[in-house]
């Protein structure tokens, strides 16, 4: 792995790597899907080094969009939004880039070494692991919505159960139903993770934006190097912290369903339940919260490759495209990855240690710059972003819906984000929620009611169960008899309108499953049962109980609109929404090239009177940008358009 050719693809593989994570919605797996066919002529370590360097630092250059804009590069990076935008906005953006970087680089390497250690003796454990086990695992992962939901417990639950009616939409594998599909093929496969975060996480705070018309941070407060070198000293204060994130992502990294989008999230729960005061300060800007979710993003890669390599199973979607690899070198994972060619297996294992102490230090040589960005106008940074956004919404089924479900999801967050209904539980909802149906009708299949008594099974629904309730009890005992004389009359509220809504959309959820199998009914009217036991309860608590003032945390960020009136906020919120709307008919008008520079140059002109020649600089830079990575790089199909159709002489025209 020493030789200078496989160091220099190994770096190749980094550098391509960290740019893919900084473009939301793209993400390693169309990276690792693009250079597979260039590792043909390369040796095993060559090939697996380059392909490797590019899948571990994906996770590394997520952050960058997550703490400047709050627009998470991948699904892994969501839960980092939470308290690195708030750290961007005090102006400490260096400081949270570099703790990103380091806990990342700290959380890839102690991964990798974890799994060097653990791996001639991590075969008999993953055998131990069945459908009961990961069914128990997917549980243990949506009890950490208590946690998530901060003050407003019942709300949470009330979010996951929509999360989770959302990830069963579509065909269902067990009894071949269409479900809340509306006719439409688009939504078979169901409702598309990376538009969905995208919206929920993205859209609301570039409208915020928008809204407050300043700069993301005013200054920034301290020097660009004393921020890297404080964030890098917070790392190895909290050591202990990304030691144990590390060893979460890890271990639950090796289990195929439990991706980056859920562990980032079951190592920030952690942090909050373990860390001393963070249930006062997470979600605030606390830099243990950016900590926590990136060192355990990063070291899921090592966990990921055990399975992958020990019985060719891949625990993720880019380690699913390695197997590609393996079999264009003519290797077979299994056994034989463990004796006749452990060297290429240990080549693996030191490839993802080094690309993640490559990637943290080709962040921090461009990290100055980096925080510089929190400081522009928001009409210099919005229509970049936008368009960014756009196209990384596009890659999940490249189909138009993905632009119609950003939008929608992006309604929906801002709505959620204005009304304090917390956003984390509904993420976790979606990635889980089909994994959950799929491992239970698996495991009633084969073991009948014999499975849940297996002791792993057992300790995890404990825990499970131990999440759910113990946060509960603390806050009644707290209260005790004060929460009795909480309550009074029912008081109207606009924001009750959300209970609602969601009272209509269970009923109506109920009764469109008439014509559907029995087996496709069973989790559907558990959860559509539930979910209106909880937002009837809901809704009652919200009209009659008054306290003068609710302990806890809203683990989710808050508007910084509040100085502004409601309809000021309504109103600029709908010229935000218009301008998406327009770049979006646009494109199915004439196609996405040819509106970047007409977006661009209307957007700056009319909102921030920005200069002719800076807008039309701007615009010439960003299409360039977008062609040559996009159409002639990566060969995007693009969507087609009203001018093709129309005009098919016209079609020579990109994206058109």
């Given at each position: ?5 496989r ?5 190749l593989?980094?550098?391509c790597g ?15 899907a693009i ?34 804009f709050?627009?998470?590069?991948g ?27 380091m806990?990342?680089?700290?959380g890839g ?44 417990p ?7 159960i929509?999360?989770i009616m959302?990830s069963?939409?579509g ?6 139903s ?11 496969e ?9 919206g929920?996480y993205a859209?609301?705070?570039?409208c ?7 700069a993301i941070s ?15 000293k ?24 439990i ?13 909050i ?8 300060t997470?979600g605030k ?23 992958t ?10 380690m699913a495209?390695?197997?590609?690899a ?5 290797l077979?994972?299994?056994?034989t990855?463990?004796t006749?060619?452990?060297d290429v ?6 490839s993802?240690?080094?690309a993640?102490?490559?990637g ?10 980096f ?17 960014i ?5 596009f ?16 309604v929906?967050?801002?709505t ?13 909802g ?38 759910f ?10 209260h005790g ?35 559907w ?10 959860l559509?049962?539930g ?5 009837v ?11 003068e ?10 508007s910084?609109?509040a ?11 709908a ?16 196609g ?7 977006f ?19 615009a ?8 040559f990575?996009f ?14 159709w ?10 058109v």
């Amino acid at each position: 792995m020493v030789e200078p050719t496989r160091l220099m693809f190994l770096s190749l593989g980094v550098l391509c790597g960290v740019v893919l994570g900084i473009i939301p919605g793209i993400g390693g797996l169309a990276g690792v899907a693009i250079l597979m066919p260039f590792t043909f002529g390369m040796d095993p370590f060559t090939a697996f080094g380059f392909l490797l360097g590019l899948a571990a630092t994906t996770a590394t250059g997520d952050p960058i969009p997550a703490i400047l804009f709050g627009v998470p590069g991948g699904a892994g990076s969501a839960a980092t939004v939470l308290d690195g935008l708030p750290l961007a906005k005090k102006g400490e953006a260096g400081r949270a880039l570099s703790a990103a970087y380091m806990s990342s680089m700290m959380g890839g390497v102690f991964g990798a070494l974890l799994m060097a250690v653990l791996l001639p003796v991590m075969r008999p454990v993953i055998l131990a692991v069945g459908a009961p086990e990961l069914l128990a695992f997917s549980v243990f992962g949506i009890s950490m919505v208590i946690i998530l939901s901060g003050k407003a417990p019942i709300r949470g639950l009330v979010t996951a159960i929509v999360g989770i009616m959302l990830s069963l939409v579509g065909s269902d594998q067990q009894g071949a139903s269409l479900r809340w599909t509306f006719d439409s093929l688009y939504l078979y496969e169901g409702v598309p993770l990376a538009p969905a975060v995208l919206g929920l996480y993205a859209l609301p705070e570039l409208c915020d934006l928008l809204i407050s018309r300043t700069a993301i941070s005013g200054k920034i407060n301290k020097s660009v190097n004393s921020g890297m070198l404080q964030g890098a000293k917070d790392c190895f204060k909290h050591w202990f912290l990304i030691l144990r994130c590390s060893w979460l992502g890890s271990a639950f990294g090796a289990f195929p369903g439990i991706g980056g989008s859920v562990i980032d999230w079951l190592a920030y729960g952690h942090a909050i339940k373990t860390e001393k005061g963070a249930k006062e300060t997470f979600g605030k800007g606390d830099i243990r919260g950016v900590i926590a979710s990136e060192s355990a993003n990063n070291a899921k890669e090592g966990g990921a490759l055990v399975p992958t390599v020990a019985f060719g199973v891949p625990a993720s979607a880019s380690m699913a495209l390695l197997l590609g690899a393996f079999q264009i070198h003519g290797l077979t994972p299994g056994p034989t990855m463990l004796t006749t060619h452990l060297d290429v297996t240990y080549s693996m294992v030191w490839s993802i240690a080094l690309a993640n102490i490559l990637g943290a230090g080709l962040c921090y040589a461009f990290s100055g710059q980096f925080a510089k960005l929190a400081t522009l106008r928001y009409t210099l940074i919005l229509p970049t972003v936008l368009a960014i956004i756009y196209i990384g919404a596009f890659q999940e089924n490249r189909q138009w819906g993905d632009i119609y479900t950003l939008l929608i999801f992006g309604v929906i967050g801002w709505t959620m984000k204005q009304l304090k209904w917390a956003r984390p539980p509904l993420i976790l909802g979606l990635v889980l929620g089909e994994t959950i149906e799929r491992y239970l009708f698996i495991s009633i299949v084969r073991f009948e009611s014999a499975w849940i008594w297996r002791p792993l099974v057992l300790i995890l629904f404990s825990m499970a169960l131990a999440g759910f309730f113990l946060p509960l009890y603390r806050s009644v005992r707290q209260h005790g008899a004060g929460m009795l004389q909480s309550f009074g009359r029912p008081v109207l509220r606009p924001s009750q309108l959300v209970h609602v809504f969601l009272l209509v959309l269970f009923v109506f959820a109920l009764c469109d499953m008439g014509e559907w199998n029995e087996s496709s009914k069973i989790v559907p009217t558990i959860l559509c049962w539930g979910g209106l036991a909880l937002i009837v309860f809901s809704l009652a608590v919200d009209l009659t109980w008054h306290p003068e003032k609710v302990e806890g945390l809203h683990m989710d960020l808050e508007s910084d609109t509040a100085h502004l009136s409601k309809r000021e906020v309504v109103t600029r919120a709908a010229i935000f929404f218009g301008w998406l709307v327009g770049l979006m008919i646009a494109m199915a008008t004439i196609g996405l090239i040819p509106s970047i520079p007409i977006f661009v140059i209307l957007f700056m002109r009319i909102e921030g009177r920005e200069r002719w020649f800076l807008a039309i600089a701007q615009a010439v830079c960003l299409t360039a940008f977008v062609y040559f990575v996009f159409h002639r790089t990566l060969h995007i199909p693009w969507p087609p358009t009203f001018l093709g159709w129309a005009f098919p002489e016209m079609r020579w025209i990109p994206s058109v």
